[in-house]
């Protein structure tokens, strides 16, 4: 089975490609350089050339902040780009995965999403990412739209390698308390995505780390775990004053993925065990 994975050089393209690399799959892995994703003939082409049974889509513009006031780009890569490789797939007969956020819902609900819930994206960067999914809804039968959150892998720039660097380098960092997310390892999501497309059932999913925390929680078991001695200091959204609003309330249920019968991700507290583990054996 051949298997095109866009954004191969990402966070979660590199993971995903690891994944897909075993066994009797033939990986095509395309970064942003080998194809972009935006321009809608040269995917066509490519996939035509490719001929892939699945593409797996980690390709997305996901400069939260920047998007705000440049909105063109993530319109262009999280939007139509979607939309190019739900049109190609659907020509050719392929199935895509296509990865999707929390960023979709404005995080208001008291309770935690689940894949039934309306969007109502609050930022730009959400809106780009919910109509990719429309996109893709309404382009293409055979795909799996898979939302996650709070991700983190060797791999990429992230919350947990920004506040590691942070954490070594100061006496004191203030990290925003008032919003709850799932971590979500990497490597176990690549995992996920790759069970969920044994299943044969289409549909939208969430896939994410086990249990909640909020950014402080989350930045304090890594201080802990890592013997890094800052003082973390717990501060509002507002205090922070990120230019996109992000949701208070991030938490993804796996509903559907239950109902399959799908084992849970990992708890978030030991995908960090396992992010830890990693970067010490990268430090070598
Ligand atoms: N990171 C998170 O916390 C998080 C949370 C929820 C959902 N997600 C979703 O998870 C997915 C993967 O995220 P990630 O963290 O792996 O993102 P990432 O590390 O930023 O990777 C995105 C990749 O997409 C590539 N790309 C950008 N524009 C492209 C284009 N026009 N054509 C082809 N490739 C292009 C980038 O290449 P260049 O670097 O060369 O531009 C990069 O390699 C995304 O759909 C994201 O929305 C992420």
């Known amino acids: 089975m051949k298997v095109v994975v866009t954004g191969a050089g990402g966070q979660l393209g590199r993971e995903v490609s690891a994944v897909f690399s075993v066994g009797e799959?033939?990986?095509?892995?395309?970064?942003?350089?080998?194809?972009d994703i935006t321009d809608a003939r040269t995917v066509m082409a490519r996939?035509?050339?490719?001929?892939?049974?699945?593409?797996?889509?980690?390709?997305?513009?996901t400069a939260v902040d920047a998007c705000?006031?440049?909105?063109?780009?993530?319109?262009?890569?999280?939007?139509?780009?979607a939309w190019h490789l739900a049109l190609a797939c659907r020509e050719?007969?392929?199935?895509?995965?296509h990865m999707s956020?929390?960023?979709?819902?404005?995080?208001t609900l008291s309770r935690p999403y689940t894949e039934f819930d309306a969007t109502a994206p609050a930022s730009v960067y959400g809106r780009t990412k919910d109509a990719g999914e429309q996109l893709v809804r309404d382009t293409l039968d055979r795909h799996y739209i898979v939302r996650t959150s709070w991700l983190h892998g060797r791999h990429g720039g992230n919350f947990l390698s920004t506040m590691l660097r942070l954490g070594r380098e100061r006496d004191q960092v203030s990290v925003v308390n008032d919003q709850r997310g799932?971590?979500?390892f990497a490597d176990?999501?690549?995992?996920?995505?790759?069970e969920l497309v044994g299943t044969g059932a289409y549909g939208?999913?969430?896939?994410?780390?086990?249990g909640s925390c909020t950014w402080f929680e989350f930045a304090r078991a890594a201080f802990d775990r890592a013997d890094i001695a800052v003082q973390v200091l717990p501060i509002t959204t507002e205090q922070f004053g990120a230019p996109a609003p992000r949701p208070a309330n991030s938490v993804l249920e796996n509903t559907k993925a239950n109902l399959l019968g799908l084992d849970s991700l990992r708890p978030w507290e030991e995908g960090l065990d396992r992010f830890l583990a990693q970067l010490e054996d990268q430090r070598g």
């Open 92 to 97: 050719l007969g392929t199935t895509l995965v």
């Open 68 to 81: 705000e006031d440049d909105p063109a780009p993530a319109w262009g890569v999280n939007a139509a780009g």
């Open 182 to 184: 799932c971590p979500t």
């Open 47 to 61: 996939l035509q050339a490719e001929q892939p049974a699945l593409v797996i889509n980690a390709a997305a513009y």
């Open 25 to 35: 799959v033939e990986l095509v892995p395309l970064t942003s350089a080998d194809l």
């Open 101 to 107: 956020t929390d960023y979709v819902f404005d995080g």
């Open 204 to 210: 939208t999913y969430h896939r994410t780390g086990s």
């Open 188 to 194: 176990d999501l690549a995992q996920s995505i790759a």
